[in-house]
């Protein structure tokens, strides 16, 4: 909204933008970051959303705005078999990238604390954690990989996943794996686990005050090859068994004008993200990249209805983000012919290497990637930290991003 009169012409965003800065010079608050500093950490009514970067595994940790804290995967693997180069492990090849995961968590949190939510996307072994020979067993007798690994150190109050409890289905080990845990761990320890549920915004809840902010939900937008399509859930694949990427889980954090959404690895040519796009129908601030924006993901039409402002992506190997996809993330749906802001966890240097313009169109990339909502919704800001060590200093500070 833009007032006029015979003097002056105010842009009322820009306002809002110089009123902010104004405000964060006066008062020492979580989103006065500076570079070559730890990021402050969270307090109430922000909303931190960390991309944990080890180059061997997705892995998203969420502080709500009560201090609800919730884990969406945590990937684990030394041993990539895969026909593409890999980014070289970070911080480096000694630290089992659970134990990043973990130290980050607590450096985030200020010490011990308990994970409230423990979500896994899908049965993949860079979301969930690879079945190494080298890889400790538990004395419950599941092998101590990514998700199975952090929970000794930081426990988990509740765990969901797609297919609860039913694991026998893809006869693959580290699937296998996982249901012994869940087993083990709900028998013994009383962890209560539950099958991701569609179409509700009561699963995910605020466990703390959840009064204080009636304006957050998490909303499930699909799961196991299905999408909640106006009161009713949709098969996706036709008279097709849904791949294991395909019939990952979906979900959106809304909280004031902040909409953020994930969809784990269901990109599959369109085949999910186009209608979970359409039943949705509204644009948003903010999502992840669907499946490490590898081939036929993150499609122009379903950028069309999103138009998200900043686009955050994990990835591993050297198709990822593949250069096609990249541009259409960095173009599609955007105002104006601007690129929109987007923020790469990695790249491989051989991917860019006759493409440099592509890559230099990239908002910030290499390194821990951080989106914090200020109280209320009304803004936010993306936070580059460093990956090569474990003191996850601020490298770059982007924003604010204003809610739309």
């Known amino acids: 909204m833009i007032l006029k009169t015979s003097r002056i012409t105010i842009n009322l965003n820009w306002l809002f933008v110089l009123l902010l800065g104004l405000f964060c010079s006066c008062s020492n608050r979580p989103f006065d970051a500076e570079v070559g500093k730890p990021l402050p950490q969270w307090e109430n009514g922000y909303l931190d959303i960390h991309h944990i970067n080890t180059v061997r595994g997705e892995c998203v940790f969420y502080v709500l705005p009560d201090g609800t804290t919730m884990l969406v995967d945590a990937g684990e693997f030394h041993t990539g078999g895969a026909k593409y180069p890999m980014v070289d492990q970070k911080p480096d090849t000694l630290t089992r990238p659970y134990k990043v995961y973990v130290d980050y968590m607590k450096a985030a949190m200020g010490g011990d604390f308990k994970i409230d939510y423990a979500v896994l996307s899908h049965y993949h072994m860079d979301h969930m954690g690879r079945i190494e020979k080298d890889y400790a067993v538990s004395d419950l007798g599941y092998v101590l990989s990514g998700m199975t690994a952090i929970y000794d150190e930081i426990p988990y109050a509740k765990i969901i996943d797609r297919t609860y409890p039913e694991y026998e289905f893809d006869g693959l080990a580290g699937t296998r794996n996982w249901g012994k845990f869940v087993n083990a761990v709900s028998e013994r320890d009383g962890v209560p686990v539950e099958k991701f549920e569609l179409g509700t915004d009561s699963q995910i809840t605020l466990v703390n005050k959840p009064s204080k902010y009636p304006d957050f939900k998490i909303f499930n937008w699909h799961t196991s090859g299905y999408v909640w399509d ?81 686009v955050i992506n994990q990835s591993f190997y050297g198709h990822q983000p593949w250069p096609e996809t990249l541009k259409n993330v960095l173009s599609a749906g955007t105002e104006d012919g601007k690129d929109r802001d987007v923020f790469l966890t990695n790249y491989h240097d051989s991917t860019y290497a006759d493409d440099p313009e592509t890559l230099a169109r990239v908002k910030a990339a290499r390194g821990h990637v951080v989106l914090r909502v200020l109280p209320g919704g009304e803004s936010f800001y993306v936070y580059m930290l460093d990956d090569t060590d474990m003191d996850f200093k601020v490298k770059g500070i982007y924003g604010p991003y204003i809610c739309k």
């Not at 909409?259 to 999910?272: E, K, Y």
């Not at 359409?278 to 039409?301: L, Q």
């Open 230 to 310: 106006n009161g009713e859930a949709k098969y996706c694949w036709g008279d097709k068994e849904p791949r294991e990427n395909g019939a990952s889980i979906g979900f959106m954090v809304s909280y004031g004008k902040f909409d953020w959404f994930t969809a784990g690895d269901a990109g599959n040519n369109g085949r999910v993200e186009k209608p979970v796009a359409r039943a949705i129908g509204r644009e948003i601030e903010a999502m992840k990249g669907h499946h490490h924006m590898s081939w036929h993901t993150m499609t122009p039409e379903m950028l069309e209805i999103f138009r998200p402002q900043v």
